[in-house]
């Protein structure tokens, strides 16, 4: 039952992916992750204030601001994203993390002379043909630029991804991972608007709707994700994860007159089957590594237990 917390995780994924391309007619990229989060700023922070043991005291600030600087890149380039692309396509660009997570772990194999698991380079080669296909490279159009640009969203959530285990590791609950991720958005968002922008647009009935869309969905998805990895099946709830991207597909097709042609509907096929076959290598070359230090580990205290 836990693992279908994702299909509505990624409902509101694709709905606040939504409202963000109808928010980015009123509203600049920047001042578009303010709203979407100071809402959680405030949400996070009074739970935090009115429930007995939270706090939102950290010992790993360090830790958080990469994190969060991260992520605000992520979601600052995918907003932008956003209004320039047919939803679909942003949001399957969004989610090319785990082949950039992948590619990562190849990377940093080959950097320590590690032997190199190819499954996931064969996951990477496969998920970046799905890729072109979506994009249909052409120098002269204007979205393939756009997409370019997107699909940098899912670089820089890969990374965010590695720092928030990082701080997983460290016992840091994940309501204090969310606050601190939505405390520097709504400051990167407001100072850049500021800077690159001007003042923020006034908020009127005719514009409001989005803004609350985007904020509500955003909560709603990100505590609906918690719940799924949290006591979902591991298999199942990776799977459901890219439900999303057909959501936003379905939403882009009967509102906003965004038909998938062949060419488009093979490569987000193709991403979706690369991105999970990722997710599953990555896991499972974590799981063996960790499998590893266990053992490393028991066989030294053994060692230091019998010089005893």
Known sequence: MGSLWMLAASFFFALMAAFTKIGADAFGTFELVFYRQIFAVFV???IAFATPGQTLKTRYPWGHFKRSILGTMALL???????????????????????FMAAIVIVLALRHREPIEWKLVGCVLLGFVGISLVLHPDVRSSDFTAGLIGLSAGFFAALAQFQIRQIVALKEPTYRIVFYFSLIGTIAGFGGHLAFEGPLTP??????????????????????LTRAWGGGNLLLTSSLQYSAIVFAAVIGLLFFDEPIDFLSGTGIAVIIIAGFAASLETKRKQRKDADIARKLQAYVNQSTDTDK
Request: charged fraction near 5%; proline fraction near 6%; include cysteine.
């Open 44 to 46: 996070l922070g009074a």
């Open 77 to 99: 380039v995918w907003f932008w994203a956003l209004g320039r692309l047919p939803l679909g396509t942003a949001m399957t660009l969004d989610y090319t993390s785990p082949l």
């Open 203 to 224: 908020i009127t009935t005719d514009n409001i709707v989005p803004l609350l869309g985007v904020a509500i969905c955003g909560m709603l998805a990100q505590l609906s």
